[in-house]
C-alpha cells in the first residue's frame, strides 16, 4: 500500500505552509486522491509528485492560473514550453524595468553628491539633469569628434618642425584651430544652460561670463540672473526656450 500523506505532511515535505496547500486545493489544482473516515485529505505518492511539480512552477513565478490551464490539459507537455518561454520573456522584461530603476537611484545618489547645498526641492534639478543627460553627452561627443582632426594636424605640424624644420606646417595648424575653437565654443555656449542651485531657476549666463567662469565637468560658477546667486551652477542641456532667451 502506498504512503498517505496529511495536508501538514505533504505541507512539510514541500517546504510550504499549510495554507498553502489548502489554497491549491481549493484552486483545484491539488485535489486530495483520499478522504479518511474523519474527513481528514489525504495524498497519495502522485499527488505528492504533483505538488513538488506545483511548486517549482511557482518558483520560477509562472502564475496559479496558467498552472491550473497547464494541469487542465491532457497533454500538458505540449504547453510547457510555451509557458516557459513566455515566463522567461517576462522575466528578462521585468529585469530590464528593475534595471533601469536600479540606474536611475544610483545616479540620483550621483547627481546628489555634486550638489553643494541638497534639499527637496533640489529633485526637481536632479531629473530636469538626468532627463538631459543623453543629449548633453552627445552634445560633447559631437565636439570631441570634431576636434580630433585640428588635435591630428597640430601634433603632426610640431612633430616636422621638431625634425625637420617645416615651420610652416604650424600657422597653417593656426589658421584651423582658431577658427575651429571660435565654431566650437558658439556651439557649446548654444546648446547648455545652467540651474541655480537657490532659486532652481534654469537660466543663461552671458558667453563673456560663461567663457570665463571657473568650471567643473558638470558646473561652473556663474551668477543667477533670477536671485542674484553665485556659485556652482549644475550644467543642463538647453531646451529651445533657454537658448531663444540667450
Given at each position: 500500500?502506498?504512503?498517505?500523506?496529511?495536508?501538514?505532511?505533504?505541507?512539510?515535505?514541500?517546504?510550504?505552509?499549510?495554507?498553502?496547500?489548502?489554497?491549491?486545493?481549493?484552486?483545484?489544482?491539488?485535489?486530495?486522491?483520499?478522504?479518511?473516515?474523519?474527513?481528514?485529505?489525504?495524498?497519495?505518492?502522485?499527488?505528492?509528485?504533483?505538488?513538488?511539480?506545483?511548486?517549482?512552477?511557482?518558483?520560477?513565478?509562472?502564475?496559479?492560473?496558467?498552472?491550473?490551464?497547464?494541469?487542465?490539459?491532457?497533454?500538458?507537455?505540449?504547453?510547457?514550453?510555451?509557458?516557459?518561454?513566455?515566463?522567461?520573456?517576462?522575466?528578462?522584461?521585468?529585469?530590464?524595468?528593475?534595471?533601469?530603476?536600479?540606474?536611475?537611484?544610483?545616479?540620483?545618489?550621483?547627481?546628489?553628491?555634486?550638489?553643494?547645498?541638497?534639499?527637496?526641492?533640489?529633485?526637481?534639478?536632479?531629473?530636469?539633469?538626468?532627463?538631459?543627460?543623453?543629449?548633453?553627452?552627445?552634445?560633447r561627443?559631437?565636439?570631441?569628434?570634431?576636434?580630433?582632426?585640428?588635435?591630428?594636424?597640430?601634433?603632426?605640424?610640431?612633430?616636422?618642425w621638431?625634425?625637420?624644420?617645416?615651420?610652416?606646417l604650424?600657422?597653417?595648424?593656426?589658421?584651423?584651430?582658431?577658427?575651429?575653437?571660435?565654431?566650437?565654443?558658439?556651439?557649446?555656449?548654444?546648446?547648455?544652460?545652467?540651474?541655480?542651485p537657490?532659486?532652481?531657476?534654469?537660466?543663461?549666463?552671458?558667453?563673456?561670463?560663461?567663457?570665463?567662469?571657473?568650471?567643473?565637468?558638470?558646473?561652473?560658477?556663474?551668477?543667477?540672473?533670477?536671485?542674484?546667486?553665485?556659485?556652482?551652477?549644475?550644467?543642463?542641456?538647453a531646451?529651445?526656450?533657454?537658448?531663444?532667451?540667450?
Open positions: 500500500m502506498s504512503n498517505l500523506y496529511t495536508t501538514g505532511e505533504i505541507a512539510k515535505l514541500c517546504g510550504v505552509s499549510v495554507r498553502t496547500v489548502q489554497y491549491y486545493d481549493g484552486r483545484g489544482i491539488l485535489i486530495p486522491s483520499e478522504l479518511s473516515e474523519g474527513g481528514r485529505r489525504l495524498y497519495t505518492e502522485e499527488d505528492l509528485r504533483r505538488m513538488r511539480i506545483i511548486c517549482f512552477l511557482r518558483e520560477t513565478g509562472l502564475p496559479i492560473n496558467s498552472i491550473s490551464a497547464l494541469f487542465a490539459e491532457e497533454k500538458p507537455e505540449n504547453i510547457i514550453s510555451i509557458l516557459l518561454e513566455q515566463q522567461e520573456q517576462s522575466l528578462r522584461e521585468q529585469l530590464l524595468e528593475c534595471q533601469s530603476k536600479l540606474d536611475l537611484v544610483e545616479g540620483i545618489k550621483r547627481e546628489v553628491k555634486d550638489l553643494e547645498h541638497f534639499s527637496v526641492e533640489s529633485i526637481g534639478d536632479i531629473a530636469h539633469v538626468m532627463k538631459q543627460k543623453n543629449k548633453l553627452y552627445k552634445m561627443w559631437n565636439m570631441i569628434l570634431s576636434g580630433i582632426p585640428v588635435t591630428a594636424l597640430q601634433w603632426v605640424s610640431i612633430i616636422l621638431i625634425t625637420n624644420g617645416l615651420w610652416w604650424f600657422p597653417i595648424w593656426a589658421c584651423v584651430a582658431i577658427p575651429w575653437g571660435i565654431a566650437v565654443s558658439i556651439y557649446y555656449y548654444r546648446h547648455v544652460a545652467y540651474i541655480c537657490e532659486c532652481h531657476k534654469v537660466f543663461k549666463p552671458t558667453f563673456k561670463e560663461m567663457f570665463w567662469a571657473y568650471h567643473t565637468p558638470k558646473m561652473r560658477r556663474l551668477t543667477c540672473p533670477a536671485c542674484a546667486h553665485k556659485g556652482l551652477c549644475v550644467e543642463v542641456y531646451e529651445k526656450e533657454d537658448t531663444a532667451n540667450a
